[in-house]
């Protein structure tokens, strides 16, 4: 369980869908360096992150920024529901030796909406 985990009165920017990915490789590098002395022993499968940022995607009109004869759309990351997906995908694959973040393994959580709906 995570305690509190949407009461934080703190409002992140949405991520666009590059900054997702590195959010999601990112740490996995860091610890992977911690643990085996290389951020490439720990592996994410690409197919595990264009899963997992279309499972979390919402898309919105851009902002004041935007010419106002336009209708442009971008897609950005829902942060609560990445990080609860990203949460729960670690405790099962970190039980591994050597582990590998994979598709399969969303898949068989129910991807996202069901890793939420599980809380």
């Given at each position: 369980m995570i305690p509190e985990i949407l009461a934080s009165p703190v409002q992140l920017r949405p991520l666009d869908r590059a900054a997702a990915e590195q959010a999601i490789r990112r740490p996995v590098a860091k610890w992977s360096e911690e643990r085996y002395g290389d951020p490439e022993?720990?592996?994410?499968?690409?197919?595990?992150?264009?899963?997992?940022?279309?499972?979390?995607?919402?898309?919105?009109?851009?902002?004041?920024?935007?010419?106002?004869?336009?209708?442009l759309k971008a897609s950005f990351a829902e942060l609560p529901l990445l990080q609860l997906a990203l949460e729960r995908l670690w405790e099962e694959e970190a039980k591994a030796e050597k582990p590998i973040f994979r598709a399969e393994t969303l898949r068989r959580l129910d991807g996202a909406a069901g890793i939420a709906q599980h809380l």
């Open positions: 022993t720990v592996t994410v499968e690409d197919a595990l992150v264009d899963t997992l940022l279309d499972q979390v995607q919402q898309t919105g009109t851009l902002g004041p920024s935007a010419a106002p004869s336009t209708d």
